[in-house]
């Protein structure tokens, strides 16, 4: 946009001096002519002229031929062609062949030229067939393409936070769980080994929406993903099903709206820095469905409180609360330890609220900056409106103080084998750059399964 | 030299990105006296502490300026630039952690 005048300040320079009015001050000084004059110094002709800016959109190709003596090096000239392009995630990929994408989309019957939304940070045009193509290239079976569907779905949702998980520094992550039938129609392990190597369906699942996000958002590392340190499990995001079959309860999806036999995909960030905290559990040592408790509960306290002050800022974008005021935790069970919950009483709604009280801290033990931290999130609407009578009762003499906005900010999944471990993910509430940071999203028009079929009808590929 | 006798045709996996109307930009301010200057960050705490200095000097030089600070994310709206036009008369953009 060369309309658009810039004066810079290497990041060198800022991200030393940026932590204090202090320190930036002579950064500041030093380009506030160049920053006034910029706003005042008349127009270029050639700046104002419109002709300089009507390039744009996107001119590859929608098709390329590699041509080679052998399928060998043919192969390689399409894998070394698609990296240079920064199509690519740096492991083989599978040609995206006319034919090839046309198999994918075997496995539903939605138009491959319906347009979901768009992907950040370059606003890509999220289609069924660009989402075909990527699964194609990651390995995906027709089958899982529905699941693929729903969650590019939710990452496009016009609420959704993807630009923050997609492009920050903070090297954060993304939780896909698949939920319901489908999961185990299409062959997702979810027992022992979950998250790891070695299972098509989830390897594959994850790695499809990892390239879409890449190819239809077009990041790349160092350019527009800044992620410092990358991603552990980079080529997947962290993607696996809830343990149906083991379950004792309700898969997740039922506790937000949906009917128990839908099949669904939930996608949330994760935070870069805390990966994973873990409660412990099957192998690892004796354990009590109580003690598992405690760690969960001494887990939110801990991290919560130490965050409690940001609930006093405005948060980081427009909304309040944004990046800072206040945490989802994301917490997967194993099959034994919900069904040691099951037999105390607990289905999901009732442990969430024993969690959130658990997790509410005496009031005469906070100290002044954590209850001014409180009273001034009420303020500024970073606790919603219907939660503040909550912590305007709670912010006495003798009562106690939640940690947490809702007991719904506790998100309870189930999977793994048996035995099995429990831990949890968390991340922001509310996230920096838009509305919703959590979105589960029915699956549809599966063509190749029982399950997913909502909303069938035939579309035919190259109509 | 061998014949390349292998032909792989693949398509491209890239999401087509609309290309944006173009707008001319509006004259430039002769200064800045009297002028209301929105000054927009990703409201980063650094960018708070820059604004923090940068309006401090603003004020110091043209002692009748005022100052409107906007936060968002790295792109502004449509809707945000319809709200916020008619509150100043021109604007910095700035992002940094």
Known sequence: ?463 | MRKKSVELTVLNPRGMVEAKSAFAPNPRVKDLAGKRVGLYSNGKPGMDNFYTVFEELLKKKYPTVTVKVLTGSFEITDKDAKDWSPQIDTFVYAVGD
């Open chain 1, 1 to 463: 946009m060369p309309a658009v005048r810039s004066r810079e300040i290497s990041s060198a320079e800022f991200y030393k001096l940026r932590g204090e009015v202090k320190t930036v001050r002579p950064l500041a000084e030093g380009i506030f002519d160049a920053l006034t004059s910029a706003l005042t110094t008349p127009l270029t002709p050639q700046e104002s002229s419109l002709e300089q800016d009507k390039k744009g959109g996107d001119d590859t190709p929608a098709e390329i031929t590699v041509k080679a003596e052998s399928y060998r090096v043919a192969l390689e000239d399409f894998n070394q062609l698609y990296l240079d392009n920064r199509w690519g995630d740096g492991l083989p990929l599978i040609p995206p062949t006319p034919d090839a994408v046309k198999w994918m989309l075997s496995g539903t019957s939605r138009n491959p030229y319906e347009v979901l939304g768009t992907i950040n940070p370059k606003h890509g045009i999220a289609t069924i067939e660009k989402i075909a193509i990527n699964a194609v290239m990651a390995g995906a079976k027709p089958e899982y393409l529905p699941v693929i569907i729903a969650a590019m779905e939710a990452l496009a949702d016009e609420t959704f936070d993807d630009l923050h998980f997609l492009a920050s520094a903070g090297s954060f992550n993304l939780l896909v769980v698949v939920s319901g039938p489908i999961a185990e129609e299409i062959g997702m392990e979810a027992g022992i080994g979950f998250m790891g190597h070695g299972w098509r369906a989830n390897n594959t699942i994850g790695r499809a929406i990892r390239l879409a996000t890449l190819n239809i958002g077009q990041t790349w590392p160092g350019i527009n993903d800044m992620a410092l340190t990358g991603r552990i499990s980079p080529h997947t995001f962290i993607t696996f099903s809830e343990n149906t079959e083991l379950s004792p309860w309700q898969p997740y999806h039922a506790s937000r709206g949906f009917k128990a036999d839908d099949s669904c995909v939930t996608v949330s960030p994760t935070h870069g820095e805390s990966q994973l905290n873990h409660f412990y559990g099957g192998m690892i040592g004796t354990w009590t469905a109580l003690g598992v408790l405690d760690r969960m509960v001494e887990d939110i306290v801990r991290t919560d409180r130490r965050g409690l002050f940001m609930w006093g800022t405005k948060g980081i974008g427009k909304y309040p609360g944004s990046g800072g005021g206040a945490l989802n935790h994301l917490i997967v069970l194993f099959p034994e330890l919900a069904a040691e919950f099951k037999k105390m009483g607990y289905d999901q709604p009732k442990l969430q609220d024993e969690i959130y009280q658990r997790t509410t801290i005496p009031y005469d033990e906070m100290n002044h900056a954590e209850r001014k931290a409180i009273q001034t999130a009420m303020e500024l609407g970073v606790i919603p409106a219907d939660r503040k009578a909550v912590f305007q009762a709670a912010l006495n003499p003798g009562a106690k103080v939640p940690v947490l906005i809702s007991p719904e900010n506790l998100h309870l999944f189930v999977a793994g084998g048996v035995p099995g471990c429990a831990f949890s993910f968390n991340y922001y509430r509310v996230p920096p750059y838009n509305q919703t940071s959590l979105i589960t999203r029915l699956i549809t028009g599966a063509t190749l399964t029982k399950a997913g079929t909502t909303g069938v009808k035939s579309v035919p590929y190259g109509a």
